[in-house]
């Protein structure tokens, strides 16, 4: 099955629940570090927020995909959504000393690192390479992870084995998140090699 090419549309259904994606960050960081600020716990409500950010971002992809609505825009909107949930999800949880802040640096010092290889990409006249499936799997895993590490949050056996599964989910979606970035290098070399050899650059 070839993959489809992305168009210039912009009020698309994948891209309206991206953006509802990203709208939704802000709200799930406040409510999740109310308590941080000697507030009432929101994190139901957060994990609501976390669970249809799930959701739609498998929806929006097979949306896309079934309906012709590949769009430029939202290949951009997708995993700039997804980036900023993991953000916002890892600075709420370090907050609240869910998760140790060796994650944190793990994590972040992968996406930072990753801001290379796109600078590398500008200045040879092209734009971010498509979104690797294993990237996808990456963010699957740590967005199953978080809310179960959230809810983990607590000392009855149901938190503790929530807590235990979403540990699973981290651990191996962060291993899959720098495999993912070891993939889109070599991406990014394969794209270059050609303008490097002295050759056309893109077309």
């Not at 825009?73 to 370090?94: E, V, W």
Request: cysteine-free; overall charge positive; aromatic content about 12%.
């Amino acid at each position: 099955m070839t993959e489809a090419t992305p168009g210039d549309q912009v009020w698309t259904i994948p891209n309206a629940l991206s953006v509802l994606r990203l709208l939704g960050v802000p709200v799930f960081l406040w409510l999740v570090l109310q308590p941080v600020f000697h507030g009432p716990h929101y994190d139901g409500w957060a994990l609501v927020i976390l669970m249809v950010s799930g959701a739609t971002d498998y929806l929006d992809g097979k949306i896309a995909r079934a309906f012709g609505q590949v769009s430029r825009i939202g290949q951009l909107l997708d995993p700039a959504a997804d980036r900023l949930y993991i953000l916002a999800t890892l600075a709420g949880l370090a907050a609240r000393h869910i998760i140790p802040l060796w994650l944190v640096v793990i994590l972040v010092g992968r996406d930072l690192l990753m801001g290379i290889p796109l600078a590398v990409l500008k200045r040879h006249g092209y734009g971010p390479p498509p979104v690797h499936f294993l990237g996808k799997a990456a963010t699957f895993n740590l967005l199953y992870a978080f809310p179960l590490l959230l809810f983990g949050d607590g000392s009855s056996w149901p938190h503790a084995t929530a807590g235990a599964i979403g540990w699973a989910f981290a651990i191996w979606g962060t291993a899959l998140y720098w495999l993912a970035a070891g993939l889109y290098v070599v991406q990014v070399r394969r794209l270059i090699a050609p303008a490097a050899a002295g050759g056309a650059g893109p077309v």
